[in-house]
């Protein structure tokens, strides 16, 4: 599969109506303001990155990581959450994506990056295991809303 023509880059505040289409094409339905917010508080965070792939002047898809000191293994960094558009899927985008935050682990010291797909996901599974990841385990998550935050 030969790899599209997108440039990988830090998003930008501009880019959060984008992000916010492509959070709610993976199943999380995000506004414009929820993204903007979302964004400003992530671009605070110097151990958080977003980066996008921008194809064609537009969007196509981004990743969000986060590195983090842990008690039960070294320093790592986990992916937060990646999207490709569904009109761009199979073209290479999400290669890039996961070759630039594998760059970007290096520079924060980390060797070991993690992260977290939905059962139901079996394509991004399989997208994972091509790239040399592992499944190292399978876990159920819960959650606990404590208020509305909008």
Same mark, same amino acid.
């Given at each position: 599969? *030969? @790899?599209?023509? *997108?440039?990988? &880059?830090? #998003? &930008? #505040?501009?880019? *959060?109506? &984008?992000? #916010? @289409?492509l959070a709610t094409q993976l199943g999380y339905p995000t506004t414009l303001e929820q993204m903007q917010r979302r964004l400003s508080q992530v671009g605070q965070a110097e151990d958080h990155a977003v980066y996008v792939a921008v194809r064609d002047g537009r969007v196509a898809g981004w990743i969000h990581v986060c590195a983090r000191p842990l008690v039960q293994v070294d320093r790592a960094v986990e992916i937060e959450g990646v999207v490709v558009d569904e009109a761009c899927r199979g073209r290479g985008i999400g290669r890039l994506l996961i070759r630039q935050i594998e760059q970007w682990v290096g520079e924060k010291g980390c060797d070991t990056i993690y992260v977290r797909s939905n059962m139901i996901r079996e394509r991004a599974h399989s997208f994972y295991q091509e790239l040399g990841y592992e499944n190292i385990k399978t876990s159920l998550t819960f959650r606990k809303v404590l208020r509305d935050v909008g």
């Open positions: 599969m *030969a @790899e599209d023509q *997108a440039v990988i &880059r830090l #998003a &930008r #505040a501009k880019d *959060a109506g &984008r992000i #916010a @289409e």
